[in-house]
DNA sequence: TAGATTGTTAATCGATTAACAATC
DNA sequence: TAGATTGTTAATCGATTAACAATC
């Protein structure tokens, strides 16, 4: 599969591919490329952990899981990293719909930090006639009544959810109905969904809540000294 | 340890809080307000467990953090977790500086999903001259430069970052000089900053990467049955 | 070879899950 | 009282950290 020998090839072995190493792989890649971009061919494990923050086991470890050996005394390759880690973060032959064109849904429209990891939004709709067929960030704006028509075998469909949080599980409902394999929910409503729907949650309020908790601490911390 | 002296009382011991148990929260408050404007009065573990799709015993886990005291066979006080839970989510007494009024600053100016959190933009500042001293979001957008003038002492000061991700360091870096206690990150850029500076990442691309695995996770266990 | 770095196996730590006692 | 639910202590599971062997 990958080119680097043995038949057995390399490549992720997803089964056993753990979230916090998903949620750091994006991380990796970005580094990777800049250091790509900056003319290197080879990095060590050290040098990543200490520019990512992380522990250089934590690295050996996650990058043992794309497959790519490392040389020892050397490190790994960069490019062999990055094609392997792109194969596991591209949406590769998935269609994007977002739907909602409001504040956050147009800004995601136009946000470009996605891009690097093969992300493109395919088709945006609304429901609210004064946004149906008009333009937002360069975007034509479907009604969402024709999303069912643009959900056909073959694809997987993933709908970016950016509705009001009233709106969430109905609109929720017609998109599972139409056939929908994955939502990604950046609405701050639970949704209840068949089993076989995907539901990703990208929840704002759990990173305002860690924030402020962290805050409180350290202020706490500061003004009761001789504790601990 | 946390010697949390005399007043013992409810109220949250901060040092032993656990990160999952903080990103927990938002999710009560929310449905506690439902419930609450409902009508309810009190409710089981067990009914909030069912509605948020936990297990009554992280349930009963986290809500034993506020020092609300259940009633066996009845539950617990709605309107007293929702005062207890605001209290760690609560950014009282901060103020919150947007930098950066492109897309997903805008977005989150005009965002109202983390109202219910006490969450509110003080002001909002650019270094574009095209959009410095413009109103976006029916809010005034300051020059960058005068935010150091803006931060005096007896605040926490919290700065969402906004920006592109080559200038998120040099960005930070003023911020830092000028005196902010946290920067929330929605670039993609890793932060150097100083001890006392709290630092809080919210990454789409985590997001993402971890909603693109599962996906092929449920593809591949959908198409290959018996492997391994 | 000597040295540095990878890669794997074991130990620790933290969070979730389970079991059960306490209580209204 | 009987029953249901809380609250706490123990067991399991998973992730990180540590130790060390393998290798270029």
């Given at each position: 599969?990958?080119?680097?020998?043995?038949g057995d090839g390399a490549g992720i072995n997803e089964t056993s591919l753990k979230l916090p190493t998903i949620r750091r792989f994006p991380r990796y890649l970005k580094l990777l490329h800049e250091l790509n971009s900056s003319g290197r061919d080879i990095v060590s494990s050290a040098k990543i952990a200490d520019e990512l923050k992380l522990d250089p086991i934590v690295v050996r470890k996650d990058l043992a899981f794309t497959g790519v050996a490392g040389?020892?005394?050397?490190?790994?390759?960069?490019?062999?990293?990055?094609?392997?880690?792109?194969?596991?973060?591209?949406?590769?032959?998935?269609?994007?719909?977002?739907?909602?064109?409001?504040?956050?849904?147009?800004?995601?429209?136009?946000?470009?930090?996605?891009?690097?990891?093969?992300?493109?939004?395919?088709?945006?709709?609304?429901?609210?006639?004064?946004?149906?067929?008009?333009?937002?960030?360069?975007?034509?704006?479907?009604?969402?009544?024709?999303?069912?028509?643009?959900?056909?075998?073959?694809?997987?469909?993933?709908?970016?959810?950016?509705?009001?949080?009233?709106?969430?599980?109905?609109?929720?409902?017609?998109?599972?109905?139409?056939?929908?394999?994955?939502?990604?929910?950046?609405?701050?409503?639970?949704?209840?969904?068949?089993?076989?729907?995907?539901?990703?949650?990208?929840?704002?309020?759990?990173?305002?809540?860690?924030?402020?908790?962290?805050?409180?601490?350290?202020?706490?911390?500061?003004?009761?000294?001789?504790?601990?």
């Amino acid at each position: 599969v990958n080119g680097l020998g043995g038949g057995d090839g390399a490549g992720i072995n997803e089964t056993s591919l753990k979230l916090p190493t998903i949620r750091r792989f994006p991380r990796y890649l970005k580094l990777l490329h800049e250091l790509n971009s900056s003319g290197r061919d080879i990095v060590s494990s050290a040098k990543i952990a200490d520019e990512l923050k992380l522990d250089p086991i934590v690295v050996r470890k996650d990058l043992a899981f794309t497959g790519v050996a490392g040389k020892p005394k050397l490190g790994f390759s960069i490019p062999h990293l990055i094609e392997e880690i792109e194969k596991v973060i591209y949406t590769e032959g998935t269609v994007t719909y977002l739907i909602g064109a409001g504040e956050l849904g147009s800004a995601l429209i136009g946000y470009s930090g996605l891009d690097r990891f093969g992300f493109r939004i395919n088709a945006v709709f609304d429901i609210d006639p004064g946004r149906v067929n008009t333009i937002i960030q360069n975007r034509h704006v479907f009604k969402l009544e024709q999303l069912p028509e643009m959900i056909v075998p073959g694809h997987t469909f993933i709908a970016i959810l950016c509705v009001p949080d009233e709106s969430a599980q109905n609109t929720a409902d017609l998109l599972i109905k139409a056939g929908i394999s994955a939502i990604w929910n950046f609405t701050n409503t639970e949704l209840h969904v068949p089993e076989n729907v995907t539901v990703q949650n990208e929840s704002l309020a759990a990173g305002l809540a860690e924030l402020s908790v962290k805050l409180r601490k350290k202020a706490g911390t500061a003004k009761l000294q001789g504790d601990e």
